[in-house]
């Protein structure tokens, strides 16, 4: 028998830790659970960390630590709070990570991770789209290798093994198109946060199943692209596929299209990220294709879903934009839930956060982190200038 393989889940608690957790559960002579962390979820925490027999359990909440411990008291199980013991869990060293916290309070321990040198599976888009050079010298510099887990990333880093990245003529992300890909800019103005959630074909969490209602999950996911695959801006295009069987496409220059499938479900890509380069059996129904019957694609809209537009526009930009997109887009989602915005005034918080705020470019993770914190003081007082009647 091989000896287990050491994984750390950050944002265990989550939809992508959750899947993480099964998989592994399913495996159990395989993994040996290292560290799982949360936020603010105490009783979620604690009941996974037992359950997977997890030698640390980490609550990103300082506050929390107590509860923590109450919770995990006679377990064996060690507890730990707050923003360092994140990194520090990291620093642990597990032979596999899972990234999955979200939003940028992910990039602190998904770089702590990384410069361990061993593998990180990599969920935490937000992360890569505002320290994206940064990151990826980390992975040259640690000599860490990066899974892509977002399931367009999963795909094309799957339909380019073998092939050359110089043979790549385009690189063509699929969209779902989201719960209002057919709705008019009259319907979208009153969705509420309970419509926007409801996404038609994956079950997520709540920021980015607004980010896939607005669309602007796929502009951070063209930015992802661009740091994970370097064929160049012009190379990558986006097309919407509402059923989302084809999760991503790779063209090469002998107009030769390789496709990945599969079910919506991402315990798909996660299983691949779990045993590459050697493959795990998956719980996952079969795709049956007679049953789908068809497979739709169109153009994105890009006067209903003006957020690709604007991540195009930062990517292209460069230096800070794309932190300060990402920065103006989490304040202006959190807002939305919370009932504060209107579903259409997220794209327009991020487009005037961009237009007023133009620092220079940042070349460390501390200037990262005071672009972002600026990029939120502007769209969190922009949002509050905003009145739902
Ligand atoms: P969830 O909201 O379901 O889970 C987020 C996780 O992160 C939870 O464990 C949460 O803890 C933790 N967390 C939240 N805020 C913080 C913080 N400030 N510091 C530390 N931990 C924190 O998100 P998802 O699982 O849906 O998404 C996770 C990431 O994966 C995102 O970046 C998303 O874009 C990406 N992704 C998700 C996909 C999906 O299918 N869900 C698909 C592709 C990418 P707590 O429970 O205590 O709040
Ligand atoms: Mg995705």
């Known amino acids: 028998m091989t000896t287990p393989r050491t994984v750390t889940i950050f944002g265990a608690t989550g939809s992508v830790g959750q899947s993480t957790l099964d998989l592994i559960a399913r495996s159990p002579d395989q993994f040996a659970v290292q560290a799982v962390t949360a936020q603010s979820d105490v009783a979620g925490l604690a009941k996974i960390a037992i359950a997977h027999h997890a030698r640390l359990a980490v609550i990103g909440d300082g506050s929390r630590l107590a509860d923590l411990k109450a919770a995990l008291a006679g377990t064996g199980v060690e507890a730990a709070a707050g923003p360092q013991a994140l990194i520090d869990a990291a620093a642990l060293g597990a032979d596999w990570t899972m990234a999955a916290i979200v939003g940028i309070a992910g990039l602190a321990p998904t770089l702590a991770a990384i410069r361990q040198g061993r593998t990180v599976a990599l969920a935490n888009k937000e992360s890569l789209v505002s320290a994206g050079a940064l990151m990826m010298d980390a992975v040259a510099a640690s000599g860490a290798t990066l899974l892509p887990v977002d399931s367009e990333h999963n795909a094309i880093f799957q339909c380019l093994a073998g092939g050359r990245v110089e043979d790549v003529a385009r690189i063509i992300l699929t969209a779902s198109g989201g719960p209002f890909r057919t709705a008019t800019l009259d319907r979208m ?3 509420t946060p309970a419509q926007a959630v409801k996404h038609p074909n994956w079950s997520m969490g709540a920021k980015i199943s607004v980010d896939s209602a607005t669309m602007m999950n796929k502009g951070l996911e063209l930015i992802e ?37 599969g079910s919506p479900d991402m315990r798909v890509p996660i299983a691949h990220a779990l045993a590459w380069p050697a493959r795990m059996a998956s719980p996952c129904q079969p795709l049956d294709l007679a049953t789908i019957g068809r497979l739709d694609f169109e153009a994105p809209d890009p006067v209903r879903f003006p957020a690709l537009a604007l991540a195009r526009a930062a990517i292209e930009a460069g230096g800070a934009r794309p932190a300060i997109l990402n920065a103006a887009n989490e304040v202006a989602v959190a807002a939305f839930l919370k009932g504060r915005i209107g579903f259409l005034d997220i794209a327009a918080i991020v487009e005037e956060t961009l237009r007023r705020y133009s620092p220079a470019a940042p070349t460390s993770i501390e200037e990262i982190g005071a672009i972002d914190r600026e990029a939120r003081g502007h769209a969190i007082s922009r949002a509050e200038s905003v009145r739902i009647d």
């Open 189 to 191: 103005r009153a969705v």
């Open 225 to 261: 692209a661009h740091h994970l695959f370097p064929v160049g801006l012009d190379r990558l295009e986006i097309i919407v596929h509402p059923q989302s069987v084809i999760h991503s496409m790779v063209e090469y220059r002998d107009r030769s299209t390789l496709a990945q499938l």
